[in-house]
């Protein structure tokens, strides 16, 4: 069992006796009060998505299912193609990917984790961090230095991320994958 505060992106619970992969998590904290996780589900057998919200706390059923390492091989619409060391192919929606989709691009040599449930490519959960290029972002603002000031661009793969104001097009950048934060220029 797991609490809602450690659930990521990718897990697999359990859900009113079906099984749900999260596709987003939001955390928000206020004041007093306890930590508010918000999470996007996909059920597994029924293809329906929904959102619930629970406390920071509560206990939720993570399901161990069975992972294998691929790396990224083509995208067939709407189905990304990963291919493990024996070159089996495993077929993965789009809609199961979430946020990741952003982050996926044809070359890719990271390694990635598909999961599987009952035999079927179900989620993929990429490297903690990715290296991606700048393709586009505005110019840096002049003089303004009031503190850690921030700007989106757009990486390879047609993802935004909020990046430093330093950074320029062409800069090679190092992205969280789960939580989708810009850490340094590479």
């Not at 996909?42 to 939720?60: A, I, M, R, V, Y």
């Amino acid at each position: 069992m797991k609490t809602a505060h450690e659930i990521r992106p990718g897990n697999v619970i359990m859900l009113d006796g079906s099984p749900w992969v999260v596709q987003k998590t939001e955390t928000t904290r206020s004041g007093r009060n306890a930590a508010i996780v918000k999470l996007k589900l996909k059920n597994l057998l029924l293809d329906s998505g929904t959102e619930q919200t629970f406390k920071g706390e509560d206990k939720l059923d993570d399901i161990i299912l069975e992972r294998l390492d691929c790396t990224y091989s083509y995208f067939a619409d709407p189905m990304y193609v990963f291919m493990d060391e024996e070159y089996n192919q495993y077929d993965v929606e789009a809609d199961n990917l979430g946020d990741a989709a952003a982050y996926i691009v044809d070359g890719m040599e990271d390694q990635c984790q598909v999961t599987f449930y009952n035999s079927k490519a179900i989620s993929v959960e990429l490297p903690v961090h990715i290296v991606r290029e700048v393709i586009y972002t505005e110019p840096s603002a002049r003089g303004d230095t009031s503190g850690k000031v921030m700007k989106p661009a757009t990486i390879t793969g047609g993802g935004t991320v909020t990046v430093a104001d330093f950074v320029k097009v062409g800069d090679k950048i190092e992205i969280d994958t789960r939580t989708g934060e810009f850490k340094k220029r590479v």
